[in-house]
């Protein structure tokens, strides 16, 4: 049973930092693209970074330029989002998402297994 299960979340005073970290199981961890999603509410999911096999990051979203870092251990099978400088626009359930093969895909619809999602909240 695959599985993938995120930590945390929280609520940051805005330009504060969060650590998110994503662990998987029941699956080949290394042969899967990974990514970072977010919903926030009354608006629709958005991919916020994707991460190769590889570990090198092939999408980061315009709004997280600069202030979200994405790294992967495939050793550990866990893939980590750094959030730096939040803002309260950041504010969102925030979801890890694997899909099987080499394709660094920005789309929901490509991405064959989720997390339950880790709530961010940032206060201004």
């Known amino acids: 049973q695959v599985q993938l299960v995120e930590s945390g979340g929280g609520l940051v005073q805005s330009g504060g930092s969060l650590r998110l970290s994503c662990t998987a199981s029941g699956l080949p961890f290394s042969l899967y693209v990974m990514a970072w999603f977010r919903q926030a509410p009354g608006k629709d999911r958005e991919s916020v970074v994707v991460?190769?096999?590889?570990?090198?990051?092939?999408y980061i979203a315009d709004s997280v330029k600069g202030r979200f870092t994405v790294s992967r251990d495939n050793a550990k099978n866990t893939v980590t989002l750094q959030m730096n400088s939040l803002k309260p626009e950041d504010t969102a359930d925030y979801f890890c998402a694997g899909r099987q093969g080499m394709r660094a895909s920005p789309f929901e619809k490509d991405y064959d297994y989720w997390g339950q999602g880790t709530q961010v909240t940032v206060s201004s």
């Open positions: 991460i190769r096999r590889s570990g090198d990051s092939t």
